[in-house]
Structure formats: structure tokens, C-alpha cells
């Protein structure tokens, strides 16, 4: 088994990955984390010392890697499906959820958030949830490739285990 979680930065990617690994008894791994780990550098510094195509090419990399691994739950990064034939690959290797969260509840949740996001330091709520709308137009033609979609925040794991056909133990 392997589930690739995809969808925008704040949407909760590696939240739900890490219950539904738990509830799996799968392992689970946060791919910008293997990434920071595999470089000892974090994503941020990646982006400054080498720039968005070297980053997304180590991206890339890591992606083929964990397409290796089984039993598994992975949280992409939120531009992960977008490069490459990335989301054709984790289509073909495991089942896809994209995790479509409303831009306001996004925009709420990275002004809260605690983590370090260059894309969108230094912008009003205003801005983000435009920001947010304008990356997700982008974007979508890659995520709704997905096998599967969430459009609920803090889902059920019983609703995704229903929704994949999968139950624990099995």
C-alpha cells in the first residue's frame, strides 16, 4: 500500500498523514522533510543557494525514491504533482488524494501556522487568499488528476478508509 497525500501548503497534508499511517499501522514520511534530511538543508535554503529548478529536481529524486517503498503514507510538497510527470508517477505507484481546502481556511491556517513559508511571507489575509486563488488556478489542472479528493478539512479516517476501499489489518 502506498497513499500520496497532495494539495496546497496548509491544507494539512502531513497532519492527516501522520493519523492515517497511525491508524494503518503504516510508516509515514513527509517528503519535504526527506528532502532536508537527504541534503542537510532546509527547503528554504535549497531555494536560495540553488534555486527552484535544482530544488525540484531533488524533488523529483525523492519522489522516485519513496515510489519504492511500501506500506506507506507520503504528505508531498504542496508543488510536488505539478513538475515532471510527478502526479502520473504517484498515480501509477499508489492512490492519490488531493486535499481541496477552501483558499480562506488555507489563508487562515499559514497565518497561523508556525512554519517558515518564503512564498507568502509578509502578506495580509487579503493577499494570501488571492495569492492562494491565483497558485490553485495553476495548479489544479495537476491535483484534480488525482485518483481521489477530499473536500472536507480535518476528515474521518474511517471516511478514507471507505473512500480507498482499505481497512486496517487487511
Do not use: W
Not at 6 to 30: N, P, W
Not at 71 to 97: E, H, Q, Y
Request: glycine share 8%; proline share 4%; net charge negative.
Amino acid at each position: 500500500m502506498r497513499i500520496y497525500l497532495i494539495g496546497y501548503m496548509g491544507c494539512g497534508k502531513s497532519t492527516l498523514g501522520r493519523r492515517l499511517a497511525k491508524h494503518l499501522d503504516v510508516q509515514f514520511v513527509d517528503m519535504d522533510h526527506y528532502i532536508e534530511e537527504r541534503n542537510c538543508k532546509t527547503i528554504p535554503q535549497i531555494f536560495e543557494e540553488e534555486g527552484e529548478a535544482e530544488f525540484r529536481s531533488k524533488e523529483r529524486k525523492a519522489l522516485e525514491e519513496l515510489s519504492e517503498f511500501t506500506d506507506i503514507v507520503i504528505a508531498t510538497g504542496g508543488g510536488a504533482p505539478c513538475f515532471f510527470d510527478n502526479i502520473d508517477l504517484m498515480n501509477r505507484t499508489g492512490k492519490t488524494i488531493y486535499m481541496n481546502i477552501n483558499p480562506a481556511i488555507l489563508a487562515d491556517r499559514l497565518l497561523t501556522s508556525k512554519t517558515e513559508r518564503p512564498l507568502i511571507k509578509g502578506k495580509s489575509r487579503e493577499e494570501l487568499v488571492a495569492f492562494i486563488d491565483e497558485t490553485l488556478k495553476k495548479r489544479n489542472e495537476f491535483y484534480t488528476q488525482a485518483q481521489y479528493q477530499i473536500t472536507v478539512p480535518d476528515v474521518e479516517l474511517e471516511y478514507i478508509e471507505n473512500l480507498l476501499g482499505i481497512h486496517p489489518g487487511t
